[in-house]
């Protein structure tokens, strides 16, 4: 029984593997590497735990090397792709970069009028 389930994992980890090798074949570089710039913008979002959920994930070093490799890939991609495109990404970057700010900031304590 356990062999078969070895066997079951295994055939379903080279059939991902196979969707995973198809897709990139089809992928352009442009394409890939605005997959990665989505990918480390959620991870910044992430580490910088903002939220109940990512709270315990904080790690604004983390964040911060997140939102570099953002900001580095922004122009290295610009020149494949589309000017609306890029701009939402430069807005997200800059999104990125002053909710990077505002999480190194203390908590304001609220005041009673």
Same mark, same amino acid.
């Given at each position: 029984?356990?062999?078969?389930?070895?066997?079951?994992?295994?055939?379903?980890?080279?059939?991902?593997?196979?969707?995973?090798?198809?897709?990139?074949?089809?992928?352009?570089?442009?394409?890939?590497?605005?997959?990665?710039?989505?990918?480390? &913008?959620?991870? /910044?979002? @992430?580490?910088?735990?903002?939220?109940? +959920?990512? !709270?315990?994930?904080?790690?604004?070093? $983390? %964040?911060?090397? &997140?939102?570099? /490799?953002? @900001?580095?890939?922004?122009?290295?991609? +610009?020149? !494949?792709?589309?000017?609306?495109?890029? $701009? %939402?990404?430069?807005?997200?970057? /800059?999104?990125?970069?002053?909710?990077?700010?505002?999480?190194?900031?203390?908590?304001?304590?609220?005041?009673?009028?």
């Amino acid at each position: 029984m356990e062999e078969e389930v070895t066997r079951d994992l295994q055939a379903e980890e080279a059939e991902m593997l196979a969707r995973f090798q198809e897709e990139l074949r089809r992928m352009t570089v442009s394409e890939h590497l605005i997959t990665m710039m989505q990918s480390v &913008a959620a991870l /910044a979002v @992430r580490k910088m735990g903002m939220t109940a +959920e990512t !709270s315990s994930e904080r790690d604004m070093d $983390q %964040a911060k090397l &997140a939102i570099e /490799a953002f @900001r580095v890939l922004v122009p290295v991609v +610009e020149s !494949s792709r589309p000017a609306v495109e890029m $701009q %939402a990404h430069k807005s997200m970057l /800059a999104e990125l970069q002053m909710a990077y700010v505002g999480a190194l900031q203390p908590p304001q304590e609220a005041t009673a009028d």
